[in-house]
């Protein structure tokens, strides 16, 4: 007498199903984390750039006797991103009295809210008016936001 064997060739169905559900479930759990951690990362970036142009902005006072750049946001950018005298006077290229900075490479982009992908610097009205990406004061800069968008813990970007 023969013994029959039973061989399957493949999945059943209700595998099949268990396994797409499985997957349904880990992907529920991981996606959200995900977009969270990019979300994250460009809030870091943000601290990153502005703590980056704080300590830049403070080495130049301390260099030019306590005097902070320029209020004016042309002469501002001029004086970060070339070679200094003294007295705050800027020239493309080092000479003998010229002698420090430059402090940034560029003024960065702003990498969140409403004016993201913006390099460019205000002055005018109070942090979060206008289309630029920084708003700078004369002793402090700041995000430059004016819908008010938070990061993920509902801080607004324009009051880091």
């Given at each position: ?12 169905l209700?595998?099949l199903?268990?396994?797409v559900?499985i ?7 991981a996606?959200?984390?995900?977009s969270?951690g990019?979300?994250g990362?460009?809030?870091s ?8 142009m704080?300590?830049?902005i403070e ?5 030019h006797t306590?005097?902070?750049?320029s ?8 004086q ?5 005298d ?8 080092k000479d003998?009295?010229h ?26 009205g ?6 630029f990406?920084?708003f700078w004061d004369?002793t402090t ?10 990061d993920?813990?509902?801080t607004?970007y324009?009051?880091?």
């Open positions: 007498m023969r013994k029959k064997f039973n061989t399957r060739l493949g999945f059943s209700i595998e199903v268990i396994v559900v997957i349904a479930i880990i992907a529920a759990i996606i959200p984390k995900m969270r990019a979300a990362a460009n809030d970036a943000l601290m990153q750039d502005l703590a980056q704080r300590s830049a080495l130049y006072a301390a260099e306590g005097a902070y750049p209020a004016t946001p042309a002469t501002f950018i001029t970060m991103t070339t070679y200094t003294a007295s705050g006077g800027t020239s493309a290229t003998s009295t002698i420090y900075g430059p402090y940034l490479k560029a003024i960065p982009v702003l990498p969140v809210g409403t004016n993201k992908g913006l390099a460019t610097v205000t002055n005018t109070t942090a979060g008016t206008g289309t990406g920084w004369g800069v700041w995000a430059n936001d004016p819908a008010l968008d938070t993920a813990k509902g607004a324009n009051t880091y």
